[in-house]
């Protein structure tokens, strides 16, 4: 997938998916990952969201070992002028906890 910048980047990919009308693409960096969303098509919700905001980014996201270290690390940042955004909820197909903040640029990060 040269779309996904890896190459621009010097990145390698390590996993590839096409989900319905968006591809998805992992580049490993460091003990992390950049997750790239492509839309293949016009129903796709990464096109619907560039065609209202723009391009750029949708979100950070944190992994931490249990739901403590989500409420802890999400105060922590809403002490540093981040505002709630969603959460702390818990994600359906992965069954796995969130909590959504926006940055004050009014991106997302989710712990």
């Known amino acids: 997938m040269d779309s996904t910048g890896g190459a621009t980047f010097g990145l390698q990919l390590e996993y590839e998916e096409q989900i319905g009308q968006t591809k998805l693409a992992?580049?490993?960096?460091?003990?992390t990952y950049i997750e790239l969303l492509?839309?293949?098509?016009?129903?796709?919700?990464?096109?619907?969201?560039?065609?209202?905001?723009?391009?750029?980014?949708?979100h950070i996201c944190f992994e931490v070992d249990d739901i403590d270290r989500i409420g802890l690390g999400g105060q922590s940042m809403i002490r540093k002028g981040y505002r709630n955004g969603w959460g702390?909820?818990?994600?359906?197909l992965g069954s796995n906890f969130f909590w959504y903040l926006r940055d004050p640029a009014g991106n997302f990060a989710e712990y």
């Open 26 to 31: 992992m580049l490993p960096v460091g003990e």
């Open 38 to 58: 492509e839309a293949t098509g016009p129903e796709s919700g990464v096109a619907k969201w560039i065609g209202d905001k723009g391009t750029g980014l949708f």
């Open 88 to 92: 702390v909820g818990r994600h359906a």
